[in-house]
């Protein structure tokens, strides 16, 4: 090793792309310069922390984070989001441009939103953009302001602030945005399929269900393929649960077309059969769906057609969820535990912690172009989450770092501890316990 090395990081287990190995990984200046035997030598006045048999993993990626600040700060703030996200394991997370406020439209909102960050920042952080009906011209400035796509919605958002787009206004924005080779990523769901469904509100899961029904998705994303494929434009379709248009999402990868898709803990882990009656804290939209359907998002994981799986963390204060899932705040908060949510049921389906890193980190990474993240290999940031994946924790929110500490994995026994979390070679959270802020915030590199 050369003599800049700082710190080595060792564990019997450490994945790499390459696979999981005994290694050891030499840092300098926040970087990976190297991955290397587990007994090599520890470079003089480097240090060395050996994390025995806990699995060394590239440091999570979420790109779907509502941190709602400004504007809505008491729902979500970046000093608690970034404090959650580094106890779980995440260490950069990409901000949705809506609920706070202002929303993330212009680039003068994107500044806004920054200044705000900056001091805050337990983990890295970046910034989507959105598209608006009535944002087309700031489509472009944002981009090279340095924002990692833009978010629209296709039904109404629940924030009047963050209108949705009509299916013309769609294909306008999008051909303005594969102009200038960016990214639209996609809340699906069809608002007349949705207007037509059964509204009944109160307190049934069943009823919440039926209003937001799996057609609403397939039928949006079936209409975002087809605008997809005739502009030949990038998209991505946001918190996928309806396994419905699995098939169609399939096919069109086959095909060429530029679709990638992410999944949730939430759907992955929850069901439909589970959800007592009157708890709001499961509400999200789209819906948590059957068993069934939950086996199907597992396979389409297995085999690729979704990519990624970020958290969707969506919080709101607790008394905007109420018992009626018709009024009640769709989202749902698991920022700080979607590794362990995920692993555990991951683990129970015969998957393995490379299949994690890749969906959690690696993929997510690449979606958002971040290069500097989400692997564990020489030139990548020193960015690390060390789990000890045979044990297990009950899930207490007196210990949950975000905001409103309401969640839908409450008394939930999950598998995977996060022993230490890692950003740029500094420790940013122990055992749980964030550290100070040194996170960054990351602009789209041209
Ligand atoms: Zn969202």
């Known amino acids: 090793m050369s003599d800049d090395v700082e710190l080595v990081l060792r564990s019997t287990r450490v994945i790499t792309p390459e696979g999981t190995r005994a290694a050891s990984v030499a840092v300098a200046a926040g970087k990976i310069v190297a991955v290397l035997p587990h007994e090599a030598e520890v470079p003089a006045g480097a240090r060395l922390e050996d994390f025995g048999d806990d699995v060394l993993l590239p440091g999570l990626v979420d790109t779907h984070v509502h941190v709602n600040d400004p504007g809505r700060t008491e729902w979500e703030g970046f000093w608690t989001a970034t404090r959650a996200a580094a106890a779980g394991g995440i260490t950069t997370i990409v901000d949705m441009p809506l609920n706070s406020l202002p929303p993330t439209t212009t680039v003068e909102n994107l500044r806004v939103k920054q200044d705000v960050a900056r001091s805050k920042a337990h983990v890295d952080v970046g910034f989507w953009g959105g598209a608006l009906p009535d944002n ?85 994303i079936e209409n975002l393929i087809a605008q997809a494929r005739r502009l030949n434009a990038r998209v991505h379709v946001l918190h996928l649960s309806s396994s419905d248009a699995l098939p169609l999402i399939a096919a069109a990868k086959a095909e060429g077309v530029r679709v990638s898709v992410e999944s949730c803990p939430h759907y992955l882990t929850l069901t439909a059969e589970e959800v007592p009656d009157g708890a709001s804290e499961f509400k999200c939209c789209p819906p948590i769906r059957e068993a069934a359907n939950q086996d199907l998002l597992w396979d389409a994981l297995a085999d690729g057609t979704i990519d990624c799986i970020v958290s969707d963390h969506s919080p709101s204060t607790a008394d905007l969820k109420t018992g009626d899932f018709a009024t009640a705040w769709g989202g749902i908060s698991s920022l700080q535990l979607g590794l362990p949510a995920i692993w555990t049921e991951a683990r129970k389906r015969g998957h393995t912690l490379e299949d994690v890193a ?35 924790f009950t899930v207490d929110p007196a210990h949950l770092h975000h905001r409103n500490q309401v969640t839908a994995y409450a008394g939930k026994t999950l598998h995977g501890v996060v022993k230490s979390t890692w950003l740029r070679g500094t420790q940013i959270a122990d055992h749980g316990t964030p550290t100070e802020p040194t996170g960054r915030l990351l602009e789209r590199q041209n």
């Open 136 to 220: 087309v011209k700031d489509l472009r400035p944002l981009h090279d302001a340095g924002v990692y796509g833009f978010k629209c919605f296709l039904s109404p958002s629940g924030v009047e602030e963050f209108p949705e787009l009509d299916q013309e206004q769609l294909a306008t924005s999008l051909a303005e945005i594969s102009g200038f080779g960016g990214l639209m990523i996609v809340h699906a769901e069809d608002p007349h399929h949705l207007e037509s469904a059964p509204q009944t509100p109160g307190p049934k899961y069943a009823d919440f269900l039926a209003s937001r029904p799996r057609d609403a998705e397939n039928t949006a």
């Open 358 to 392: 890749r969906w959690m980190s690696t993929a997510p990474a690449a979606l958002a172009e971040l290069a500097a993240k989400g692997a564990i290999e020489a030139g990548r940031d020193a960015d690390f989450a060390v789990l000890a994946p045979e044990e297990t």
